[in-house]
């Protein structure tokens, strides 16, 4: 067996860091340095803050590698500083939006464990979905977090058993703004496309050539008779129950010859276990193929393709008849 590495737990429990580095992103300290303000005064003006505490922040930064104090009081930026002007980065490490909901989540971790439900709510006093809604700067920070129309960046290359010739029409099933349902209508230009997302979502659509928006709750039932029912990166948000719920939907309103696609959810059996903020925020999963049929099955599919391709790990289910 290999000798296992040195394990350093101060700094692996070190909450003072990350803390700095999220207080700095959101006072956009690495902004202001850019922009000529270096001196502490000067930043500590511009961001609004105590100077002396701010200037605490910096230092401990500059001793963990993250900025550059030249001469006291001075601020410069290094290259892990200039990976904070980066908008990504920025949106995942701001306070004010995504970003801060994300870092206090963590503070629920212990209950989540106990109890295996979520404990947002505790800290914002609703539940996560819930609190997007009430909040549409900090949806708006979410959407732009995971990627281009809050969808994750759109990539059609992913094959289905038997081509894709022989289909007509595909419902993206909670597919935000329509980015990956508008590049498969792209890739394909003989199908037509059906987005289904809650109605602000959808709106901000835009026109897109043969797409029909339908603003709705993917809990309800959804538009029937379609070839293909897609749901990538949509089922690692809900736990169990809510997910065979959602699945059930796709069952129903893919009978009796359609088919539903999951991508981004399920990976193969043997993939690491790991702890990710959708499980903490929404108490979603990652599944593996072995525990998705079960789910399946429950909500009246069969899966009769899984495996990984270039692009995506990609799951096919059918519809169990009714008999």
């Not at 006291?72 to 980065?89: D, Q, Y």
């Not at 603003?215 to 309800?220: H, L, M, R």
């Not at 525990?291 to 790990?313: I, T």
Request: hydrophobic share 45%; charged share 20%.
């Amino acid at each position: 067996m290999a000798p296992q590495p040195t394990v350093d737990l101060g700094a692996l429990t070190d909450l003072c860091t990350p803390w700095c580095i999220h207080v700095a992103v959101t006072l956009r300290i690495a902004e202001h340095i850019v922009a000529g303000l270096d001196k502490i005064d000067a930043l500590a003006s511009a961001a609004k803050c105590d100077p002396f505490v701010l200037h605490r922040v910096l230092t401990h930064l500059v001793n963990k590698g993250v900025f550059l104090e030249p001469e006291p009081g001075r601020f410069s930026l290094n290259e892990p500083a200039k990976e904070l002007l980066n908008p990504g980065a920025r949106i995942g490490l701001d306070l004010t939006g995504i970003g801060g909901r994300m870092a206090y989540a963590w503070g629920t971790l212990l209950k989540y464990v106990q109890t295996g439900a979520p404990a947002y709510h505790e800290v914002f006093g609703t539940p996560f979905w819930d609190d997007l809604e009430a909040h549409p700067d900090v949806a708006e920070s979410f959407d732009a977090l995971i990627g281009p129309a809050g969808h994750g960046t759109p990539n059609a290359d992913f094959e289905i058993t038997g081509g894709w010739d022989s289909i007509r029409t595909v419902v993206d099933v909670g597919g935000g703004t329509g980015a990956m349902l508008a590049e498969i209508l792209r890739t394909h230009p003989h199908i037509h496309g059906t987005l289904v997302d809650f109605p602000k979502t959808v709106a901000r659509a835009g026109a897109i050539d043969r797409l029909t928006t339908v603003g709705q709750s993917f809990f309800d039932p959804l538009p029937a008779g379609a070839d293909i029912y897609l749901l990538r990166g949509v089922l690692n948000n809900w736990p169990d129950w809510e997910a065979a719920a959602l699945l059930q939907r796709c069952a129903e309103a893919a009978r009796p010859h359609g088919r539903v696609i999951v991508l981004k959810s399920v990976g193969p059996d043997e993939v690491p276990r790991s702890i990710t903020i959708d499980m903490v925020l929404v108490g979603g999963r990652h599944r593996t193929i072995s525990e998705f049929r079960q789910l399946a099955r429950q909500a009246g599919l069969d899966v009769m393709a899984a495996g990984k391709q270039p692009s995506y790990y990609v799951v096919e289910c059918r519809p169990v008849q009714a008999i």
